[in-house]
């Protein structure tokens, strides 16, 4: 029977959870849809009618997980609740979310008891595919033919050279049973060919011809290197130092059993950390994979496996990557008998077509750059009416870009106009794959693989507008509910929700607050920071709401999807702070250490008041976490800047310092010692136009991440008050301010989003422009007119009278189009 008081870090999904194992059984619920660890479980009902079931070996939560079909694993199993309906899940009494730095303090659920319960059968034809795909690579590269191998055969972006028949192309794009080396920029390759015919290579070498040699002879000599047994001496190799990954995916073609196939070095350190804590921190990237290699090989657990197999272990038991599956939309507008046809395929297509294969370009900048001149007479695929933005154009060449960043398990949600939905699949294969002319039945163009689910075709009550003009987009969690309620997808399962606990499947962070949370993660404390209404305290509660919503599965009313603006949104920050998890301060002048820190405060007594020390906030914040080591602790301090901070801080500013959390630091008031415990993170606002990050105190920033959050135009995409296309007036007006004074002056998007939505009327929008915008304006110009003319235009603006021209809502709004988008070329 398992120890009940073991508890062991797992990460699953990207996240990490603290598992506490079962003793030997588990409890099925009455109603519920979840097995459980703890008859005390909160989530529990009827208690007296609960079913338990043997689990000997401690393992059924995770082959519940694993199952590819958890309802027919769970009959099987006899896996039922009291109504006879499969449990499907797993509690949070089972496997609890906690902080990364919690998961830290905690030994990693162990290689047997993993070992036990992994699925090798299930990874056998992946490996098969490796092995295949390998030894086609060394047919069409003989490894004979390298030492004299020509740089046509090797390098990306030549347009003499089908790209699929160049080496770096086949590395990166066309062995993806072998492991992915995709993303970053081509550079990893050495060299290749710039969309503009330029050829790019490190400039230590005198010329192309000089770089080539030497990262041929270098690519040469790491694998001879590696079959000799001697993958530690590949860190020395000059030419080839920084291309890590294409180095070990060579070495994983021509020589398989030297090392694992994990290329990246960060991974590599990972599966380190995890086998042999400790053991790699001073080594090199060959090195630490040759360590890595001879802990398995070492290791009778793994005798026999192949190292393909061994990595799949590894991925599957502690997985170095740190997101969940993402959800995104994809804009169809194939017509029905053309998209059943991809249906049947297996793909997603999106029709941008003029820029070609997007494996072709170096990075995303170039192939921007391409895209907008492809795209320069009619604005965008997929519009007839031309006169899209320049800054229009390269956003739809972000989220065409984008299709690079999915991976297998990813979702994809496939929609028409904006509110049909045609159909849901996960993302499978290479992901994005290009459509040559040849393909029977098809047309060429860009495309994803996608193995479709059943069901969820259908049409969403209310209409999404992003949907309209948009190629990908990201679908939020609010929205993917929409979706997975579709009456013919058969809605949410009933059963979740009779039970009142039901499984919410929570996406990754979004770029934005993974930004915030890796800073946090890395320093411990982070300061957004940028001009008025980017939207910084925002963000900051977002990623309150989102981050510590998640890790508080025990408190009623939280909802980490709330949606900022919402009575859950409301209701979840009221929860957190209620709880302690989550604290809101408002630095100003008059704040001090006394109430951050400690001070005197009167405290009345049987002889009246005297004055005694109180804990300040930071203090009491550290107390709480240190009580409960599994929770995150946030304290957000909004207007950072604007109280003296050398002075609030005070003796915090040393132990507040990643390296030095759960360290002591004497207070001189109360002599207590004080020490801020790994789980707490400090989160400042900081608005520019006040002050510059620039003029904090140094042992400030040097102890803070920074995150610059700049006006963002996207959410006003599109959206016209009149005839003035917000995103376009936003954009020009930025620009001009950014020339004439500086990026810490420009107007952010916030003030065009009254409760999160766009302004859509000449009343509204006038009313911002005189109330908001303008006294910002004639701030910056210190009542300078002709430079308030330079940014508004001189139809509003009287330079010689040093006056604002007294105009109609409606005149204001033409006047600021023919000036700021018109004028600039935007229209």
């Given amino acids: 029977m ?8 797992v990460t699953v999904d990207g996240r990490s959870y603290e598992l506490i194992p079962s003793t030997g059984k588990v409890i099925l619920p009455a109603r519920g849809a979840k097995i459980h660890h703890d008859p005390g479980c909160r989530h529990l009902t009827d208690a007296h009618a609960l079913e338990h079931r043997p689990d000997p070996d401690g393992l059924t939560w995770r082959r519940l997980l694993d199952a590819e079909d958890p309802a027919s694993f769970a009959a099987s199993a006899g896996l039922l609740n009291g109504r006879s309906r499969p449990v499907t899940g797993v509690c949070s009494c089972a496997l609890r979310p906690v902080a990364d730095s919690h998961a830290e303090t905690l030994p990693y659920w162990p290689v047997d008891e993993a070992l036990r319960v992994f699925d090798r059968e299930r990874y056998r034809a992946d490996v098969e595919a490796a092995d295949r795909r390998a030894e086609e690579i060394r047919a069409a590269f003989p490894w004979e033919e390298w030492p004299t191998l020509t740089l046509d055969r090797y390098a990306l972006g030549q347009p003499d050279v ?24 081509a550079k990893k390759h050495f060299l290749y060919r710039q969309n503009n015919g330029a050829w790019w290579f490190d400039k230590r070498y005198a010329d192309l011809d000089r770089a080539w040699e030497q990262v041929r002879a270098g690519l040469v000599a790491a694998v001879t290197a590696a079959r000799e047994g001697r993958v530690r001496d590949i860190d020395e190799l000059a030419a080839v130092r920084s291309g890590i990954m294409v180095v070990a995916k060579t070495l994983r073609i021509y020589a398989p059993d030297a090392v694992l196939p994990v290329y990246s070095d960060s991974f590599t350190q990972h599966y380190l950390d995890r086998l042999a804590p400790g053991s790699s921190a001073k080594l090199q990237p060959f090195a630490r994979k040759e360590l890595l ?11 026999g496996w192949p190292p393909q197999l061994v990595w799949y272990f590894l991925d599957w038991w502690a997985p170095a990557r740190r997101t969940a599956p993402r959800t995104v939309r994809i804009g169809v507008s194939e017509p029905g008998e053309r998209w059943a046809e991809f249906v049947r395929a297996g793909l997603v297509p999106v029709r941008a077509d003029r820029v070609g294969d997007l494996h072709r370009y170096a990075d995303e900048d170039e192939f921007t750059a391409a895209y907008r001149e492809a795209y320069a007479e009619t604005g965008g695929e997929a519009r007839e009416d031309g006169g899209l933005s320049g800054s229009r154009r390269a956003a739809l060449a972000a989220e065409l870009w984008s299709l690079l960043d999915l991976r297998p398990g990813d979702r994809v949600v496939a929609t028409r106009g904006r509110s049909e939905v045609l159909g849901v699949g996960r993302v499978t294969g290479d992901g994005y794959v290009w459509l040559e002319l040849d393909e029977p039945d098809l047309p060429s163009g860009h495309a994803v693989a996608v193995r479709w689910d059943e069901g969820y075709p259908g049409t969403l009550d209310e209409p999404v507008a992003d949907w309209g003009a948009g190629l990908v987009s990201d679908v939020p969690p609010a929205l993917w509910k929409a979706v997975r309620a579709l009456p013919a997808s058969g809605g949410a399962p009933a059963e979740e929700e009779t039970a009142g606990i039901e499984a919410v499947e929570i996406p990754p962070l979004d770029d934005g607050l993974q930004r915030i949370d890796d800073a946090l993660e890395r320093r411990g404390q982070a300061v957004l920071f940028g001009p008025p209404g980017t939207g910084k305290t925002y963000q900051a509660l977002r990623y309150a709401v989102r981050r510590l919503g998640e890790l508080s599965e025990d408190l009623a009313g939280v909802d980490p999807l709330a949606e900022p603006g919402s009575e859950e949104f409301g209701a979840t920050i009221e929860a957190l702070r209620a709880s302690g998890r989550l604290t809101m301060v408002t630095f100003h002048p008059s704040y001090g250490y006394e109430d951050f820190v400690e001070g005197l405060r009167p405290v009345r007594g049987g002889a009246g008041f005297t004055l005694e020390p109180v ?57 207590e010692a004080l020490r801020v415990p790994p789980n707490v993170r400090l989160l400042g606002t900081m608005n520019t136009a006040d002050r510059s990050v620039r003029m904090l105190d140094s042992a400030i920033r040097r102890r803070f991440a920074f995150i610059e959050l700049l006006p963002d135009s996207r959410p006003l995409r599109d959206r016209r008050v009149d005839q003035l296309h917000l995103a376009d007036f936003l954009d020009e007006l930025n620009r001009r301010i950014r020339v004439r004074l500086d990026r810490e002056k420009q107007i952010g998007h916030a003030f065009f989003l009254p409760e999160g939505v766009p302004v859509s009327t000449a009343a509204e929008f006038a009313a911002i422009v005189r109330g908001e915008i303008l ?3 004639q701030e910056y110009a210190y009542d300078d007119y002709g430079l308030l003319a330079a940014f508004l235009g001189d139809a509003l603006v009287d330079a010689v009278g040093h006056t604002l021209r007294e105009v109609s809502d409606e005149a204001l709004v033409t006047h600021l189009y023919e000036e700021l988008q018109v004028g600039s070329g935007a229209e």
Avoid at 294 to 301: A, G, I, Y
């Fill in 2 to 9: 398992a120890d009940a008081e073991r508890r062991y870090a």
């Fill in 162 to 185: 089908p790209g699929h028949q160049a080496y770096s192309y086949v590395l990166e794009f066309g062995s993806k049973a072998l492991g992915s080396i995709t993303g970053g920029t």
């Fill in 293 to 303: 290699k001879s802990l398995v090989d070492e290791d009778p657990r793994f005798a």
């Fill in 615 to 671: 804990d300040g906030v930071l203090k009491r914040v550290c107390a709480a976490a240190a009580a409960d080591p599994g929770r995150l602790y946030l304290l957000v301090v909004d207007e950072l800047n604007r109280g003296n901070l050398p002075r609030i801080l005070g003796e915090s500013i040393t132990v507040l310092e990643k390296d030095k959390r759960g360290l002591p630091v004497t207070l001189p008031l109360s002599g």
């Fill in 775 to 777: 006294p910002l304006l």
